[in-house]
């Protein structure tokens, strides 16, 4: 289990990119799409929480890569797919939508001091690298 701290960061996300790519280079093929999910989750804290991301972790078992993003709000309920995200005209709002087409599945989970937002992905091939193929 690997954590890095977020709070109080001004610009979290470039650290908890290269904090997923760091600890997952080498020892997974499903690096890109981790990227791409904790670059979601994490950007969906920024904006849609007062406090921002408290810290991500992430978790390599024999078949998958658990991500969870932490924030320290309660689930109310806000954290799901946004309407918009069938929209391919939509400036916004497809996050969870991709996290939810990458990831084997993702779910919202309360914890002591607030929620985090969890992808469980497979250890595979990234869906990405495979897209970028074409």
Same mark, same amino acid.
């Given at each position: 289990?690997? /954590?890095?701290?977020?709070?109080?960061?001004?610009?979290?996300?470039?650290?908890?990119?290269? =904090?997923?790519?760091?600890?997952?280079?080498?020892?997974?093929? !499903?690096?890109?799409?981790?990227?791409?999910?904790?670059?979601?989750?994490?950007?969906?804290?920024?904006?849609?929480?007062?406090?921002?991301?408290? !810290?991500?972790?992430?978790?390599?078992?024999?078949? =998958? *890569?658990?991500?969870?993003?932490?924030?320290?709000?309660?689930?109310?309920?806000?954290?799901? *797919?946004?309407?918009?995200?069938?929209?391919?005209?939509?400036?916004?709002?497809?996050?969870? /939508?991709?996290? =939810?087409?990458? &990831? #084997? #599945? /993702?779910? *919202?989970?309360?914890?002591?001091?607030?929620? &985090?937002?969890?992808?469980?992905?497979?250890?595979?091939?990234?869906?990405?690298?495979?897209?970028?193929?074409?």
């Amino acid at each position: 289990m690997y /954590w890095v701290a977020l709070a109080g960061r001004h610009e979290p996300l470039a650290p908890a990119r290269d =904090q997923v790519r760091a600890v997952l280079a080498g020892v997974v093929p !499903c690096v890109d799409d981790a990227v791409l999910v904790v670059s979601e989750l994490v950007g969906n804290a920024v904006r849609h929480t007062t406090a921002g991301p408290d !810290c991500l972790t992430i978790e390599i078992n024999e078949d =998958q *890569v658990i991500v969870a993003v932490h924030d320290p709000e309660h689930d109310d309920g806000r954290v799901h *797919v946004s309407e918009s995200a069938a929209d391919p005209l939509a400036e916004s709002g497809r996050g969870l /939508w991709l996290v =939810q087409a990458l &990831a #084997r #599945r /993702w779910y *919202v989970e309360t914890t002591a001091v607030g929620k &985090a937002v969890v992808a469980v992905l497979p250890r595979r091939k990234s869906a990405v690298s495979r897209a970028a193929r074409f």
